[in-house]
């Protein structure tokens, strides 16, 4: 069931039925999570040596790019669409995941009408970052066309428009360079 | 105060270093991130696996979060890459289709078929849900009394007039208040 922005009275009923069924964690699950404890606040003095700290680091560093290749670890289309367990129809979304040194990129292909939209998500310390997409329309050609957009907060980025073919994509995060392997954006091959 | 302005004080504080908006961070997400994992087909070590580290993740991400609005679609898809990582790391390990089992005839052991929702949609649909349950749960009693007893099964629900004594809200008051609350809860999946 899709969200409903607007339900009438007796959708909201049924999806209130539903939400008043959803279980609670175990509660030594809850509890354990809850002994995580807060996040150390944020003191003067640390974030002052921090930022000093750090504009140190990032002036001699600065010209030092390490440049980091991104696994693959997951991609949906790589499964039998059954052994997924997730749905009984075939699923046009695409679902990749890689991991590149403490970093893992979340990244989705889902078609829309002729074209492909790519969204994704950084999970990492960053708090800041550029991707660029290359793509080309044929494997391995030279002419790729290039896109560049940012990582918003949550670290998620997006581009849409695009045509089926392959496309490259290099995230910028700090001083690291993470290539993720090519990836083939069109239909499903079976 | 609403939903998220209320999400909002729980991250400040749990920013300036309280334990108990921590301890209600954990309880407002914990049966969110619970649903999502629980759909993934993890078994039950895994799950809680995963659940533990969906709130270590989240406790080093609020430090550096600038919009609590989006933190519950940060959470859910926390939770759902989190267990899908565990589910391949699985994979690695044991054979997760039943085709050494005499008797299974190779059915794979992940066809959960839950609801035949596409994963995304599944997963909004729960942020839903989640959104809904809070609202309810914020009801002032008598109004989450109401709407336990008005959401109840066609086949368990009382009629009016027991409603209204259980209440002891007047027969032609349940309707007018019945509305409200339907608005109410209406505005919080639209907010």
């Given at each position: 069931?899709?969200?409903?922005?607007?339900?009438?009275?007796?959708e909201?009923?049924?999806?209130?039925?539903?939400?008043?069924?959803?279980?609670?964690?175990?509660?030594?699950?809850?509890?354990?999570?809850?002994?995580?404890?807060v996040?150390?606040p944020?003191?003067?003095?640390?974030?002052?040596?921090?930022?000093?700290?750090?504009?140190?680091?990032n002036?001699?560093?600065?010209?030092?790019?390490?440049?980091?290749?991104?696994?693959?670890?997951?991609?949906?289309?790589?499964?039998?669409?059954?052994?997924?367990?997730m749905?009984s129809m075939?699923?046009?979304?695409?679902?990749?995941?890689?991991?590149?040194?403490?970093?893992?990129?979340?990244v989705?292909?889902?078609?829309?009408?002729?074209?492909?939209?790519?969204?994704?998500?950084?999970?990492?310390?960053?708090?800041?970052?550029?991707?660029?997409?290359?793509?080309?329309?044929?494997?391995?050609?030279?002419?790729?066309?290039?896109?560049?957009?940012?990582?918003?907060?949550?670290?998620?980025?997006?581009?849409s428009?695009?045509?089926?073919?392959?496309?490259s994509i290099?995230?910028?995060?700090?001083?690291?360079?993470?290539?993720?392997?090519?990836?083939?954006?069109?239909?499903?091959?079976? | 105060?609403?939903?998220?302005?209320?999400?909002?004080?729980?991250?400040?504080?749990?920013?300036?270093?309280?334990q108990?908006?921590?301890?209600?961070?954990?309880?407002?997400?914990?049966?969110?991130?619970?649903?999502?994992?629980?759909?993934?087909?993890?078994?039950?070590?895994?799950?809680?696996?995963?659940?533990?580290?969906?709130?270590?993740?989240?406790?080093?991400?609020?430090?550096?979060?600038?919009?609590?609005?989006?933190?519950?679609?940060?959470?859910?898809?926390?939770?759902?890459?989190?267990?899908?990582?565990?589910?391949?790391?699985?994979?690695?390990?044991?054979?997760?289709?039943?085709?050494?089992?005499?008797?299974?005839?190779?059915?794979?052991?992940?066809?959960?078929?839950?609801?035949a929702?596409?994963?995304?949609?599944?997963?909004?649909?729960?942020?839903q849900?989640?959104?809904?349950?809070?609202?309810?749960?914020?009801?002032?009693p008598?109004?989450?009394?109401?709407?336990?007893?008005?959401?109840?099964?066609?086949?368990?629900?009382?009629?009016?007039?027991?409603?209204?004594r259980?209440?002891?809200?007047?027969?032609?008051?349940?309707?007018?208040?019945?509305?409200?609350?339907?608005?109410r809860?209406?505005r919080?999946?639209?907010?």
């Amino acid at each position: 069931m899709a969200p409903l922005d607007s339900p009438s009275d007796d959708e909201l009923m049924a999806l209130g039925r539903q939400a008043m069924s959803l279980p609670d964690a175990p509660a030594h699950w809850v509890r354990r999570a809850a002994d995580i404890g807060v996040p150390e606040p944020e003191r003067p003095w640390k974030s002052l040596v921090g930022d000093l700290a750090g504009a140190v680091v990032n002036a001699v560093s600065a010209a030092v790019i390490r440049q980091i290749h991104a696994a693959l670890d997951f991609d949906s289309w790589a499964s039998p669409a059954s052994a997924t367990g997730m749905r009984s129809m075939p699923d046009r979304t695409r679902h990749l995941l890689f991991s590149a040194k403490g970093r893992d990129i979340d990244v989705r292909i889902i078609p829309v009408a002729e074209r492909y939209a790519m969204a994704g998500q950084v999970l990492g310390s960053d708090d800041f970052g550029t991707v660029e997409l290359v793509h080309r329309p044929l494997p391995g050609s030279d002419d790729g066309e290039s896109h560049v957009s940012s990582l918003d907060e949550l670290g998620e980025f997006r581009f849409s428009g695009l045509r089926q073919g392959t496309v490259s994509i290099t995230l910028r995060l700090g001083n690291d360079e993470v290539l993720l392997p090519s990836i083939d954006v069109g239909e499903r091959r079976v | 105060m609403d939903i998220d302005e209320e999400l909002l004080e729980l991250v400040v504080g749990c920013r300036a270093g309280d334990q108990a908006a921590w301890t209600a961070l954990v309880q407002r997400f914990q049966r969110l991130v619970f649903a999502v994992v629980c759909r993934m087909g993890l078994d039950e070590h895994d799950a809680a696996d995963v659940f533990q580290t969906v709130f270590e993740r989240l406790n080093k991400h609020l430090p550096t979060l600038k919009d609590p609005s989006r933190l519950r679609a940060w959470v859910v898809t926390t939770a759902k890459r989190e267990a899908l990582l565990q589910r391949q790391r699985a994979r690695r390990t044991v054979s997760m289709t039943m085709a050494d089992d005499e008797d299974s005839a190779g059915t794979p052991e992940w066809d959960l078929a839950d609801d035949a929702l596409r994963p995304e949609q599944s997963l909004s649909h729960l942020q839903q849900l989640d959104r809904l349950r809070h609202a309810i749960d914020r009801l002032e009693p008598r109004a989450r009394s109401l709407v336990e007893m008005l959401f109840c099964d066609e086949d368990e629900r009382l009629p009016y007039e027991d409603i209204a004594r259980q209440l002891g809200m007047a027969v032609g008051s349940l309707g007018p208040t019945r509305q409200r609350v339907l608005e109410r809860l209406r505005r919080s999946l639209a907010a």
